[in-house]
């Protein structure tokens, strides 16, 4: 299974802030890096099922037929 990169950076006010450049607008934060690294597992996993419900959503008002299943890269 393909893995992505998380890119954690310590601010200077204390948190970590987290991003996952592979996937647009994955980005999270906590007081530890622990706490990021569950935070953006979270937000990934919320964000990708977002844009699938999105995409379905989208493909069958537009009348076209969907299906789904599951790819591991």
């Known amino acids: 299974m393909e893995k992505l990169t998380a890119i954690y950076e310590h601010t ?3 948190w970590w802030v987290v ?8 980005h999270s934060q906590g007081r530890t890096s622990e706490e990021a690294r569950e935070m953006i597992r979270d937000a990934v996993r919320l964000l990708l099922e977002v844009r699938r419900e999105d995409a379905e959503r989208e493909a069958s008002e537009a009348g076209k037929e969907v299906i789904r ?5």
């Open 12 to 14: 200077d006010d204390g």
């Open 19 to 26: 991003s996952v450049p592979e996937i647009p607008g994955a």
């Open 69 to 73: 299943e599951p790819l591991e890269v």
